[in-house]
């Protein structure tokens, strides 16, 4: 991946972590701030303030989560770096619909909303790069899916260790994992998380 993409995607999603700010765009913050103390309920609504509330799934895919497999395999085909924003779970989301469901909201671990939110985009802008430089922009073949994992977290449903059975650079068949996994509630699809095993 050239320079100029890996710097497209790292905008992206930078803009993504900053999430919409009372509609507005909104600005990524330069560190995070993170008071361990507080308790987990006020951290939330510190982390929602400003944020639209969310009671779905937008923009997401219905119907199956294979549609939202294909797709996001076309546009690492294409190298579509514009493609990958509307696939993945916003801030909002995660803050509305996902964080309260997570193991790691509840005791013992209390990680804080910004602070899960900032891991899971510093790992995931690591990983879609790592994705377009191993496989963007040439034909992947692709032959299908499997999750190792299926997760019931509330409302929301979860699937995670997804390996795609892709072309590898030397033309080997290869089963690897290019992003985190795939969250479905009412319906609707969104990846997770652009962190992989890459």
Not at 47 to 62: S, V
């Amino acid at each position: 991946m050239n320079s100029t993409t890996r710097t497209i995607v790292a905008l992206a999603l930078a803009a993504m972590a900053a999430g919409c700010r009372g509609g507005g765009g909104g600005e990524a913050r330069a560190a995070v701030r993170v008071d361990s103390a507080r308790p987990v309920a006020q951290a939330l609504a510190a982390f929602r303030a400003g944020l639209p509330e969310t009671r779905e799934l937008g923009g997401a895919f219905a119907g199956d989560r294979d549609t939202l497999v294909s797709r996001f395999v076309r546009a690492l085909e294409r190298a579509d770096t514009a493609a990958f924003m509307p696939m993945m779970m916003s801030r909002a989301e995660f803050a509305w619909l996902y964080y309260e469901t997570d193991p790691q909201a509840k005791p013992p671990y209390e990680l804080p909303p910004e602070l899960m939110w900032s891991q899971m985009m510093a790992q995931g802008e690591k990983g879609i790069s790592r994705a377009l430089g191993r496989f963007g922009g040439r034909p992947l073949a692709f032959r299908g899916y499997a999750c190792a994992r299926d997760e019931r977290r509330g409302p929301n449903r979860v699937w995670s260790e997804c390996t795609l059975d892709v072309v590898a650079a030397d033309g080997t068949r290869a089963g690897v994992r290019l992003f985190g996994g795939i969250i479905e509630r009412g319906g609707r699809y969104k990846i997770f998380s652009y962190a992989n095993g890459l």
